[in-house]
T-cell receptor, first 113, second 113 residues
């Protein structure tokens, strides 16, 4: 069974640009979660999508947005990139809800120059 | 406020010795507790979870964790550490019906030969 896959592995942008990160969940998983892992800030919850709808978002500005497609894959879009957006962005998926663990991809490292 | 704490930034252990990585939580209600491990340049790997039932939970790679409700703790343990266990360990909690994983700040485990 293939795990959660994320692309690209690395992404280099400059300030003010826009970035798109992609995630394919484990087959059969309908929920997708996005997290930011920035140096010194730990893992921060960004967004949760389930059945194509945004269910919850963390304490991030509106320039962080995303969507979930009918095949349950997901995109994270970051507009007007700032230096502090440099981080590892992790996607996770989960089957159903409740007490099932989230399974993570290896992340996209976004570097802002 | 609901939170999870990992009081140690780093834990150093000699190979073959038992290891403990500490985690405490603050919550109103019954939490779902998880441990994840992160190797360099990788995403998070699920180790084990506590939902309900036996306070001692066994997980992957010989790890186990003990849930202690009175002390609101969920410490990760292993009887005999391996050099290959060296990694970053995260405790996480999902509070009932929120679906948002809240992570501790992580503990770096260093196992010396």
């Amino acid at each position: 069974e293939a795990g959660v896959t994320q692309s690209p592995t690395h992404l280099i942008k400059t300030r003010g640009q826009q970035a798109t990160l992609r995630c394919s969940p484990i087959s059969g998983h309908t929920s997708v979660y996005w997290y930011q892992q920035a140096l010194g800030l730990g893992l921060q919850f960004l967004l949760w999508y389930d059945e194509g709808e945004e269910r919850n978002r963390g304490n991030f500005p509106p320039r962080f947005s995303g969507r979930q497609f009918p095949n349950y894959s997901s995109e994270l879009n970051v507009n007007a990139l700032e230096l502090e957006d440099s981080a590892l962005y992790l996607c996770a998926s989960r089957f159903d809800r409740g007490n099932q663990p989230q399974h993570f991809g290896d992340g996209t490292r976004l570097s802002i120059l | 406020a609901q939170s999870v704490a990992q009081p140690e930034d780093q834990v150093n252990v000699a190979e073959g010795n038992p290891l403990t990585v500490k985690c405490t939580y603050s919550v109103s209600g019954n939490p779902y507790l998880f441990w994840y491990v992160q190797y360099p340049n990788r995403g998070l790997q699920f180790l084990l979870k506590y939902i309900t039932g036996d306070n001692l939970v066994k997980g992957s790679y010989g790890f186990e964790a003990e849930f202690n409700k009175s002390q609101t703790s969920f410490h990760l343990k292993k009887p005999s550490a391996l050099v290959s266990d060296s990694a970053l360990y995260f405790c996480a909690v999902i509070f009932y019906n929120t679906d948002k994983l809240i992570f501790g700040t992580g503990t770096r485990l260093q196992v010396f030969p």
